[in-house]
């Protein structure tokens, strides 16, 4: 006979997903944006995420020790976000350093997925930036050359350096840049994938992204053009839909998700418009990781029935 009663431990609500089928949709939603950057930038752009996603598997299960090499698929989601970060042909011990910092530094020391305060991609980057800046900071970056497969690439500025780059090119992905901001369109793909399969609202990257639209336009210079254009340039498309939107690093409240993506898009336009550094996404979503318990803290809803104390 059926049993009509099982006894087991909390939380006793069940779900069909899992973090690896979860991890896997992310993956799924990432596609569009690597083929594009190996479309744009050639097989070097293909190296770079293999040797990230490797570094950051093989990490995690090192920590872990486990020999199930995928595990539940988060590592290899960092390690592609990481890639996705990085320029289309760093050295290999760049990338590989980069990936190891994000899972260790970024996630393990922490105590695993789901403790970590800060987003392990942009960790791992943040100690590159810190460390080798001139590898992904520079005033250079390889020029795209729409599927020419050749190794060898001429170099132009950064978008946010030269602010030469027509709407359309940044939209479709043709300008220079790192492999995951250069391309609005494929990020915008994959986030339909995302919205689709419930994983994120439109919360933070909404209110991230009009907030940049907005101070583009007041700050940026060159009214709704310049607005646009500080969408579309630099990580702000990537940050938004696929980084700031992390589960485990941003609000769960939906007040502190609006409040979170004003803090990025105010950060980011802060540091591109007065900082020294001409990005500043990995910045504001790092800092705004750092504030999110206390966001989640203030915007919590209250309970039924719950009464102010009196004085």
């Known amino acids: 006979m059926d049993r ?29 944006v690597a083929l594009m950057a190996v479309i744009i930038f050639g097989f070097g752009a293909l190296i770079t995420m293999i040797i990230a996603m490797v570094a950051a598997m093989l990490t995690e299960a090192i920590i872990l020790r486990k020999k199930n090499f995928f595990g539940d698929g988060s590592a290899a989601v960092t390690g592609l976000l990481l890639a996705m970060t990085l320029p289309p042909s760093p050295p290999w011990w760049f990338t590989v350093i980069g990936a190891v910092a994000a899972i260790g530094i970024g996630k393990h020391i922490y105590g695993g997925i789901g403790h970590n305060i800060f987003n392990p991609a942009l960790v791992g980057r943040a100690v590159l930036f810190v460390s080798w800046g ?36 940044l939209f479709i992905g043709t300008v220079s840049g790192c492999l995951g901001e250069t391309s ?61 939107t992390d589960m485990v690093t941003s609000p769960v409240t939906p007040t502190g998700k609006l409040i979170f993506g004003f803090g990025c898009g105010l950060i980011t336009m802060l540091i591109r418009v007065y900082g020294m550094y001409p990005e500043g996404v990995m910045f504001s979503i ?26």
Do not use: C
Request: glycine fraction near 10%.
């Open 134 to 169: 001139t590898h992904i900071a520079g005033d250079i970056w390889p020029k795209p050359a729409p599927f020419n497969m050749a190794p060898d690439m001429v170099t132009a500025a950064s978008p946010l350096i030269s602010y030469d780059a027509s709407l359309t090119d």
């Open 286 to 311: 790092l800092i705004m990781n750092g504030l999110t318990p206390l966001i989640d803290n203030y915007t919590l809803p209250k309970r039924f029935g719950e009464v102010k104390k009196s004085a």
């Open 4 to 32: 009509k009663l099982v006894v087991s431990s909390s939380p006793h609500l069940k779900t069909p997903e899992s973090i690896q089928s979860i991890m896997t949709d992310v993956l799924i939603a990432l596609f569009p």
């Open 184 to 244: 609005a369109l494929a990020v915008l793909i994959g986030a339909i994938w995302l919205f689709y399969k419930g994983h994120i609202d439109w919360r933070i990257p909404g209110s991230y992204i009009v907030i940049v639209f907005i101070l583009g336009v007041v700050l940026g210079g060159n009214g709704v053009v310049g607005g646009l254009y500080h969408i579309l340039a630099g990580g702000v498309m990537i940050g938004a839909f696929f980084m700031a």
